[in-house]
């Protein structure tokens, strides 16, 4: 492989990487990535192999570089060993399904910031153990340890901290201003629903952890990257239910809008569709994240939005999209699929709330890494939905034809 250079043209050293949260969605594309086009070696640390099952086994030409530890890092110390024996620590390891906010609230608060500590934070963890366990002389060995070994941390944070735009309180007239509406890690606020709304727990939780990275940050020196995703989409992304997760599961919108499109049943919109997202392809998003990993200089202390403004959608918009797509692939005619509106609290429960509009102010990574998004959402989901055909298609017939109980 030719020498790679990063933004400056110094050449790029090869990194160990401990992934952790490496096997989902988004760890399986960088994988992929770091694999084909990288010298750097991966350790994924996870509960399921399945998404990078493809890139794993003795026979592979990269066996060497990559390596699959099978862990739940809630009560696993080996963590701490792979962690220190690696350059570069990324953290995806979340639970991120809207559906659990409000039904597993205990789950995702603990999930997004309590069984994050351990990666983010030395002191904050062994200030713990110095409280229970009396033992002082760890937690300085441990900043000492951090400290001195340069250990950098690329955490995924959230564009959901932001909460609801200012605009979404305005009277309409002022919703069309881009400083009510546009969302700049420097600058806009984080406005969350009441406590009631469990919708919320997420958003919370994952922003603790980014002012726990930043108090680290600021007070022992912590090298980190935090990385905002404004609804990243393509293949592998959750799952579909009653093929390869449970019947009852409720997935992010592409994967529940591809279930029901793969069974020809209408697309639920819920309250309407009337919250707005932008997306963003996948492959575009794992390019900004190598030119982190690649470019420390220009990465570390950095809070990056990671999205595409121009992929603006309702979310009714959306699944009229996505049944235009789908008809071509598959091959039906477009009047055979629908939507249908149902409630929040329908579809989701108690305590459901939602961003209203979510637009990625790109100043800072245009800025640091000069990375802009180049696929359009027509050719996205074209590539997606393709992908969810070929993969699902016979799967779910065989489900259907199943009688039910
Ligand atoms: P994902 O659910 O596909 O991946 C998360 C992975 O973490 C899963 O493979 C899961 O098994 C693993 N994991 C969870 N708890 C674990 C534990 N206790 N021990 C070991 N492994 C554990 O989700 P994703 O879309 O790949 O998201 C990755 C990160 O990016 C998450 O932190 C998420 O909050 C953030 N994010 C993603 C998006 C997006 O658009 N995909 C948007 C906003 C934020
Ligand atoms: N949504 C929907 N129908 C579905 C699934 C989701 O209308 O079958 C909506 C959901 O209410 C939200 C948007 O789609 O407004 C995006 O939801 P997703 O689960 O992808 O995550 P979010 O962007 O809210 O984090």
Redo the contacts with the bound molecule.
């Keep these: 492989m030719a020498q790679r250079v990063d933004l400056d043209g110094k050449p790029v050293a090869a990194m160990s990487i401990c992934m952790i949260g490496g096997g989902g969605f988004i760890g399986s594309h960088l994988c992929e990535k770091l694999m084909a086009e990288t010298s750097h070696k991966a350790v994924v640390v996870d509960v399921s192999s399945e998404k990078i099952n493809h890139l794993l086994g003795e026979s592979h030409p990269w066996s060497s570089r990559i390596e699959f530890h099978h862990m739940n890092i809630k009560n696993d110390s080996r963590l701490e060993t792979l962690i220190k024996a690696s350059d570069l620590t990324i953290n995806l390891a979340a639970i991120c ?3 659990d906010y409000n039904t597993r609230p205990l789950d995702t608060i603990f999930s997004n910031f309590i069984d994050a500590i351990p990666v983010v934070s030395t002191s904050f963890f062994n200030c713990l153990i110095f409280n229970n366990l009396n033992t002082p002389i760890l937690h300085v060995m441990q900043i000492k340890y951090c400290t001195e070994n340069n250990k950098r941390l690329i955490h995924f944070s959230t564009c ?1 901290v932001y909460g609801k735009t200012i605009g979404s309180f305005l009277p309409e007239e002022f919703r069309k201003d881009p400083k009510y509406y546009m969302l700049k890690e420097d600058v806009s606020p984080c406005i969350f629903g009441p406590v009631e709304k469990q919708r919320w727990s997420y958003a919370c939780a994952k922003q603790m952890t980014d002012r726990l990275i930043y108090a680290e940050h600021a007070e022992n020196g912590l090298k980190f990257t935090i990385v905002r995703p404004y ?1 990243w989409i393509g293949p592998r992304m959750d799952f579909i239910p009653g093929v390869d997760g449970p019947c009852d599961g ?5 994967a ?2 591809s279930n ?1 499109l793969l069974r020809r049943e209408p ?5 309407g ?1 009337r ?1 707005q ?1 932008t997306f963003l392809y996948i492959k575009d998003a794992i390019e900004a994240v190598l030119l982190m990993i690649d470019n420390p200089e220009r990465a570390n202390g950095q809070i990056f939005n990671v999205g595409n403004p121009d992929n603006e959608v309702s ?1 009714k918009e959306l ?1 009229e999209l996505m049944i235009q797509v789908y008809a071509k692939v598959a091959g039906v005619p477009s009047s055979s699929l629908s939507t249908l509106d149902v409630s ?1 609290e329908e ?2 429960g108690k305590g459901y709330d ?2 209203d509009r ?1 637009i990625p102010d790109m100043t800072i990574i245009t800025r640091q890494l000069g990375w802009k998004p180049e696929t359009p959402l027509d050719k996205l989901l074209d590539d997606t939905l393709q992908y969810q055909h070929q993969t699902y298609s016979s799967a779910i017939k065989k489900v259907l034809s199943k009688p039910s109980n």
Excluded: Q
């Design positions: 399904t809207p559906a959901e609804n409720v997935p992010r919108v592409l529940c809008f029901n697309l639920k919109l819920v309250d569709g919250s997202r979310v699944a929040s579809f989701y939602d961003s979510r």
